[in-house]
């Protein structure tokens, strides 16, 4: 049985993560602070022997006494509304929690994965963004602490994977949705599908023209298990290319949950990206791996979620 360390795996992702690993036959080891995460998401899990979940905060030293073959380092906020919040805790868990994961790999002889982002990219110049382009961040700007602490992060796993040899991979994450997501998260789809249901008004930045490519939760986690499974050491892309409008999806999730709010418009934040497309020929050609659910699938079953949620009956 191959024993699995998930940093952040009480997290929305990482809560994933760790079922999928679970079904596949791993022990796992769930490290988790709890400051964006939640132990509801990992309760599910918490009655099977092969499961233990570790209150920790990873940018302090981690210390597992068992072998380790797998190590996920999902372990940061995600969205900018934890990051702006959290600036600190983002750059230290991408530098410190990076190095200390890191070095958990190295001493346990593990198979390491990063999660990183498409923020790497930044407000992108080149459209869609393939693995090859080094982005373009505003390093000063308020999503810098979390674009620099996962290029950093990456810039780490490299230099353990060039100089100590060791066996690395490096996942870039575009934007996800699904169950378990937070309400409050701040990210679109959780925002504009809560407002739906309760009927408030639907914020959006900006004019809405901006784009995003969303990807169902079980596309992604099958996406970073075929990674993590694969013989690929440099970057790649894992997420879904088919791209909408900010506004577009907007609607969609008014229709789908035959909510009548008004679309409101308000100021666009800064530095946030105009355009988010992935390349995803990379993960096609060595994974064999493509996104399954269809945008609107996976927008009715994470409905049911936040329905759920809230407490609001069909």
Known sequence: MPTSVVTGGAGF???????????????????????????????????????????????????????VDFIFHFASPASPIDYLKLPIQTLKVGS???????GLAKAKGARFLLASTS???????????SEEYWGNVNPVGPRGVYDEAKRFAEAMTMAYHQ???????????FNTYGEQMRIDDGRAIPTFMAQALKGEQVTVFGEGSQTRSVCYVS????????????????PMNIGNPEEVTVLALAKE??????SRSAIVFRPLPQDDPKI????????KDMLGWK????????????????????????
């Open 276 to 283: 988010r497309q992935p390349d995803i020929a990379k993960a």
């Open 96 to 102: 410190l929690g990076t190095h200390k994961a890191l």
């Open 119 to 129: 923020e790497v990219y930044g407000d992108p110049l080149v459209h869609p963004q």
């Open 163 to 173: 100089y100590h040899r060791l066996d690395t991979r490096i996942a870039r994450i």
């Open 291 to 314: 996104p399954t659910i269809s945008r609107t699938d996976g927008l009715h079953r994470t409905m049911e979620y936040f329905r759920q949620k809230l407490g609001i009956k069909s």
């Open 13 to 67: 992702l990482g809560s994933h993560l760790c079922a999928r690993l679970l079904q596949e036959g791993h022990r796992v080891i769930c490290i988790d602070n709890l400051i964006t995460g939640s132990t509801a998401n990992v309760s599910p899990f918490t009655s099977n022997p092969q499961f233990q979940f570790v209150n920790l905060d990873v940018t302090n030293f981690i210390s597992i006494e068992e072998k």
């Open 219 to 234: 596309d992604l986690i099958e996406g970073i298990y075929r990674l993590m499974m694969s013989d690929y050491t440099l």
């Open 253 to 258: 999730i008014l229709d789908i949950t035959k």
